[in-house]
């Protein structure tokens, strides 16, 4: 709770001035304090129940999707989205219909449900292309680059990164000063996957310093994680482990538990490798707390793989098997072994659809 910000809402009595003050404050929370953006975005949704201007109720849902989607509670943000999209569709409020679409396809994405995820994407890039909502033009494409990067395609993740940068504006730019920083720092990563460390390197110091201006603390978190992982490759051990406390620190404070436990598990494997086993297991224990409380097949996979290697290594044996054999029931409920076999199918049917996406868009173009 925010004693200052309380301080501000009781002394406002107009229900559309608490509105207004509710609105700002989530908006400018959400990625420097995701609990304190999730809480007072739960008093803005009753504020705007019953509300009659269907475009701020259409807002204020997407802004209390996105944070819970950065607070990592995924089913909450997956809800939120869904009414909003529901209001958008039925006002044809067409920014808003984007807006949701692409974060109902981030939800799916951090489930590593990606057939969803594209069935979203793309359904927002159509609604962006034939309503010119530049922003989302980035956004989505940016997301796109994303998918192609866990597919390791990426010189197609680079094309797309490339085409959000593209897209961006002036005016994108005033509307979220974090878009532009969030597509380099993308870029950044695929010259790191690609073995371009020096400009990767230079790319994601860049991005640190404008994320601290902005005080964006969930990219600053991911960011220091990404550095972490490239010092590490190149064998610049303390640099590395510098990296990941700061990445660690962040990522407590902003509670993403989703990208937390994936940023532990690497963590823990540098503390292996400099003798500091105590604290590996200190880490990997925690993340293992983390996906308990998340109750997600895939990350409890993760974990208890990345657990279960950990104590393999300490011979200790009978505790190394249990794992082994949680893991293997947790790639069962994840149905990750399935997943792993439509992955081909899934990137095929995204390169198809995009395709036509394209073909289309084009021919539209040429006949304005």
Known sequence: MDIAFESQLAQLKNVQERITALMAYVDANQRKNPD???FYGEILLQE??????VEERASAYCLCGRSCWFRSNLEE????????LEIAMEANLPYYMVQSLTGLGNVFADREEFDEALKYYFEALKNAEANSVTEYMVAVNNNMGEVYKFFKAYDKALEHYQMAEHYIDDETILKNPNIQ????????EIYHATG?????????????????VLENYVSLASTYKNLAELEY????LETALDYFKTSNAYYKKIHDWVNHIPMLISYA??????????????????????????????????????????????????VALKLYKDFHDN????????????????????ESEESSRRTEHYRTASNV
């Open 181 to 188: 920083i969030i597509v380099k720092e993308n870029i950044g």
């Open 331 to 350: 790639e069962k409920k994840s149905d990750r072994i399935k997943t792993n076999q439509r992955l081909d199918n899934i990137k095929a049917r995204f």
């Open 77 to 84: 943000a997956q809800k939120h989205f869904e009414k909003s």
């Open 269 to 318: 494997k540098i503390l292996v490798a400099i003798g500091r086993d105590d604290e590996a297991e200190s880490h990997l224990l925690s993340a293992l707390d983390y996906a308990n409380a998340l109750k997600q097949p895939y990350l409890l996979s993760k974990i208890t793989s990345a657990l279960a290697s950990f104590y393999e290594l300490h011979s200790r044996y009978e």
């Open 196 to 212: 371009k460390i020096p400009d990767a390197r230079v790319i994601l110091l860049e991005c640190i310093e404008k994320f601290e």
């Open 36 to 38: 304190d953006a999730v």
């Open 48 to 53: 705007i129940e019953f509300s009659s201007n």
């Open 233 to 236: 490759k190149e064998s610049n």
